[in-house]
C-alpha cells in the first residue's frame, strides 16, 4: 500500500526570499492590497462619484485602522491629496470619508507627514452644516490635540466659537459627543489659550449635555451602567474638571465658578452618581470610571471659589456627604486592594468637613451607624496630615461630639 504524502508545507521551513514573492503587494505585515489602495486613489484624479467608489473609499477608511496603512498613506502623500479633493469638490458625503481617513491617520502611532496648510484645509470642513463632517472634523481636533498640541493654533477663535454654537443648538447625540471630547483634549494640560476659556464655555457645554442627557429625567439608575451613558457623563464631568482647573490657575477666571456653583445639572449629577455608587453592589468591582468620577469630584470640590457643598441652603450637602460615607464604609472593608481609591473618597469626605460648618458635619455623621461613624473619624485622623488643609480643629470637635 502507498503512502500519500503531505503536500502540505511548513511555514518555519520557507526562506525570506519565498516569504516575500509569496506576501506579493501586501502592506505591511497587513493582508491589504497596495494595489487597491493606489486604484483606489486614483479615481480620486477624476472624480465619478458613484455608489462603487464610496464603497472603495469605506473599505479603505477600515483598511486605516490598521497603522502599517496608515503608514503607507503617509508614503503616498495621502493627506495633500485629500485636501485637494476636499477643496475642489462639494459631495458630501466624499468629504466625510476624506477627512475620516485623515483622523485615523491623525490617530495612528506613527510619524505624521502632514503640513499646516493640509491640517487648515480639513479643519475648514468646519463650515459645513453636514453632522457626518462636523463628526469627522471633531475627530481631527481632537487628535490635533492629543498628538500634535503645538498645532492647536491652527484652530482658530472662529472655530471654537462654532463648536461652542454645536454645543447649544445641535440635536445630534454623537455630534454632541465628539464635539465635548474635543474640547476635553482642547483643555487637558492647558493646552487651550487662558482666554478661550470662560464662563461662555461651560454654559455651552452644559447646554450639550443637558441635550443629550437629562439626567434629572433619565432613568439613570439603569442608563448609567450603559457604555455610552457612563462614557457621556464622563466626559462632561472631566471636561468641567479640566474648566476647574483652569478656574484655580487663573484668578482671572472666577467666573466659571461662578457658573459651577449656579448649575444644577453639575451637582444634580454628582449626587446621583454618589448614590448611585453609594449601593455596594454597584460599587463593586471598583471600575475605571468610578475612579475617573471621584477624582472629578475632588478636583472640581477643591476649585476656588466653587461652594457646591458648603451651601447648605440648597440640601446639596445631605446627598453628596451621607453617599461618600457609605462608599468609604465599604472600601474600608478591602483598603489594601483599593488604597488609592479609598484615599481620593477619603480626601472628599476631609474637604467637606474642612468647608461646612461642623455642626451640620455632625449632624450627618450621627445619621451614620456608629460603627461606620467611628471607621470614617479614624480614617481621617490617620490621613488628616496628608491634605492641604487642616481639619484637625474640627476634626477634634466631630471625636468629642460624636456619641
Excluded at 4 to 15: F, G, K, T
Excluded at 223 to 246: C, H, P, R
Excluded at 319 to 334: A, E, G, N, T, V
Aim: net charge negative; hydrophobic share 40%; glycine share 2%.
Amino acid at each position: 500500500m502507498s503512502i500519500a504524502q503531505s503536500s502540505n508545507i511548513n511555514a518555519d521551513d520557507i526562506d525570506d526570499d519565498t516569504k516575500e514573492k509569496l506576501k506579493g503587494d501586501n502592506i505591511g505585515d497587513t493582508l491589504y492590497s497596495q494595489s487597491f489602495v493606489l486604484k483606489t486613489l486614483m479615481q480620486l484624479s477624476d472624480i465619478k462619484w458613484s455608489q462603487d467608489m464610496e464603497q472603495d473609499l469605506c473599505f479603505l477608511w477600515d483598511m486605516t485602522l490598521d497603522k502599517d496603512v496608515c503608514i503607507y498613506l503617509f508614503q503616498l502623500n495621502y493627506p495633500s491629496l485629500a485636501c485637494s479633493v476636499i477643496i475642489q469638490h462639494v459631495e458630501e458625503r466624499l468629504t466625510e470619508i476624506l477627512v475620516g481617513i485623515l483622523a485615523n491617520l491623525l490617530i495612528a502611532d506613527c510619524e505624521k507627514n502632514i503640513s499646516d496648510n493640509e491640517l487648515q484645509i480639513a479643519l475648514n470642513s468646519l463650515e459645513s452644516s453636514h453632522p457626518a463632517i462636523l463628526i469627522q472634523v471633531m475627530r481631527v481636533i481632537e487628535s490635533i490635540a492629543f498628538y500634535m498640541p503645538e498645532r492647536i493654533i491652527l484652530i482658530g477663535k472662529n472655530m471654537l466659537d462654532k463648536m461652542q454654537y454645536i454645543l447649544k443648538y445641535s440635536e445630534n447625540y454623537m455630534l454632541i459627543t465628539h464635539t465635548l471630547q474635543a474640547f476635553l483634549k482642547l483643555t487637558d494640560n492647558f493646552k487651550l489659550a487662558e482666554s478661550e476659556v470662560n464662563a461662555q464655555l461651560y454654559v455651552s457645554v452644559a447646554i450639550g449635555f443637558d441635550t443629550i442627557f437629562s439626567v434629572e429625567y433619565n432613568n439613570f439608575e439603569v442608563e448609567i451602567d450603559m457604555e455610552e451613558t457612563s462614557k457621556v457623563v464622563k466626559i462632561f464631568l472631566q471636561l468641567i474638571a479640566n474648566l476647574s482647573e483652569y478656574a484655580n490657575r487663573y484668578n482671572c477666571r472666577e467666573d466659571i465658578s461662578t457658573c459651577i456653583n449656579h448649575c444644577p445639572k453639575l451637582s444634580t449629577t454628582i449626587c446621583r452618581l454618589l448614590k448611585h455608587f453609594s449601593d455596594e453592589s454597584n460599587l463593586f468591582p471598583i471600575s475605571r470610571d468610578f475612579n475617573t468620577f471621584v477624582q472629578c469630584f475632588l478636583i472640581i470640590f477643591t476649585t476656588r471659589s466653587v461652594t457646591i457643598i458648603s451651601d447648605l441652603e440648597k440640601g446639596i450637602f445631605t446627598d453628596i456627604f451621607q453617599p461618600l460615607c457609605k462608599i468609604l464604609y465599604y472600601l474600608h472593608k478591602c483598603k489594601s486592594e483599593v488604597t488609592e481609591t479609598f484615599n481620593v473618597v477619603l480626601e472628599l469626605i476631609a474637604f467637606t468637613i474642612y468647608s461646612v460648618d461642623r455642626k451640620a458635619v455632625l449632624y450627618e455623621l450621627k445619621q451614620l451607624q456608629y460603627r461606620r461613624g467611628i471607621v470614617i473619624l479614624n480614617s481621617l485622623k490617620e490621613n488628616s496630615k496628608s491634605y492641604d488643609f487642616n481639619i484637625s480643629e474640627n476634626l477634634r470637635f466631630l471625636f468629642t461630639h460624636f456619641k
